[in-house]
């Protein structure tokens, strides 16, 4: 057997039941890790930490090299995209990314399709170092935003409270909105695709903001738009496994899943654990959901809701993870302790 069919994540996602579930960290590399901010001062910016190859390489392994994760997912951001694009972007300290803002179609017309793999073409070649220095038994995950996320940062400029703008234009003026998301559906499906040509094994897609959405434009914005992408990848490539993280969408989950063709589900904190393994995991493999925060706090609290997690889930495929991203106030003696408990040691 060759050593890709035994990697335990890869196992979970072909619906292998596992005694030990494999684990990840949403956002597992980033300021929690003292490493992680010398090097990240080392690159300057935000971004050009991003496209430098050797020290994105570098800053994904951290994470690796205290906890041995199962995963190592690439170090980039999801608005790599709209950058690339042509879309003006920087990351400031304590307020995140600001954009040019976008928010009718007629802007659009400047984005360039085209050119998007000059910008990007560092990140194949950070996926390409991955695939030959993880350690053997972990598995590389590449990733991208889903057009709704992505495009909730184009049109807002900002990460955003109530998402007025977004929302009032997918209400006003479906048809032009809809542009935006063609785009986003072309570049995230092409990028997508060279990630795995350069090395990556599983892809993540991101809906952070699909909650946002009211239920009855669900399906327009984030289940089709992804479905488009799946059948994109899987077109060219018919076994890739995906997983997908619409947060908080609630019951909406299981059309999402059905209608995606998502190989494994990411579930996000406020899924119900015992609703979820029935309604949920019955159909497709999960990943989640430790509250990131329970993560920050440690202790006995976080001891128990870990082994809930894993009491309810394990006895189906699973791939332990958080609800959400790592944030950076986490002690990394509670990752350590993390990775103990679910290694059963
Ligand atoms: O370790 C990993 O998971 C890989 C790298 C990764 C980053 N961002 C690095 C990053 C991944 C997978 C992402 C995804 C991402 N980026 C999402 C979806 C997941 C989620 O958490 O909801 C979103 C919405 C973004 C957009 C983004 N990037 C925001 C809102 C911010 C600012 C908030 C913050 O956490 O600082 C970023 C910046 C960012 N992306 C950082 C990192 C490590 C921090 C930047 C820094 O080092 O100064």
């Given amino acids: ?16 039941t596992q005694a030990t579930p494999p684990f990840w960290l949403m956002r597992q590399a980033g300021r929690y890790l003292p490493e992680y901010r010398a090097t990240r001062e080392q690159a300057g910016s935000f971004l050009d930490l991003c496209y430098s190859p050797e020290l994105a390489e570098e800053v994904t392994l951290q994470p690796l090299r205290r906890y041995g994760m199962d995963a190592a997912i690439l170090f980039a951001d999801i608005l790599l995209i709209p950058h690339a694009l042509g879309q003006p972007l920087s990351y400031r300290e304590g307020e995140g990314p600001v954009l040019d803002p976008v928010r009718s179609a007629a802007g659009l017309a400047k984005f360039d399709l085209g050119r998007i793999h000059d910008t990007l073409a560092p990140v194949y070649e950070t996926v390409s170092r991955l695939s030959s220095s993880i350690p053997k038994d972990c598995t590389l995950i590449g990733f991208a935003g889903a057009p709704w996320t992505v495009a909730s940062y184009m049109v807002e400029g900002r990460g955003s409270k109530d998402y007025t703008h977004i929302k009032r234009w997918i209400f006003k003026d479906p048809e032009g909105f809809a542009a935006l998301i063609d785009i986003l559906v072309a570049s995230t499906t092409d990028y997508l695709l060279r990630q795995v040509e350069a090395g990556a094994e599983v892809i993540q897609i991101f809906d952070t903001w699909a909650g946002v959405l009211p239920d009855d434009e669900f399906r327009k914005w984030s289940i089709e738009p992804t479905r488009r992408i799946v059948d994109g990848l899987r077109a060219r490539y018919p076994a890739l496994p995906v997983i997908g993280f619409p947060r908080g969408v609630g019951a909406n989950i299981i059309d999402y899943v059905k209608e995606t063709g998502v190989t494994a589900v990411s579930l996000d904190t406020g899924t119900p654990l015992a609703w979820a393994a029935r309604e949920v ?20 609290a976080m001891e128990r809701r870990i082994a809930e997690i894993i009491a309810t889930f394990g006895d189906k495929p699973f791939i332990f993870n958080l609800g959400h991203g790592i944030t950076p106030q986490t002690p990394p003696e509670n990752v350590a302790r993390l990775a103990e408990l679910i290694r059963g040691k």
């Fill in 1 to 16: 057997m060759s050593v890709s069919q035994t990697k335990p994540l890869l196992k979970s996602l072909r619906g292998e």
């Fill in 281 to 300: 995991q019955s159909l497709v493999p999960v990943q989640g959901n430790l509250d990131p925060l329970l993560l920050v706090e440690g202790g006995a």
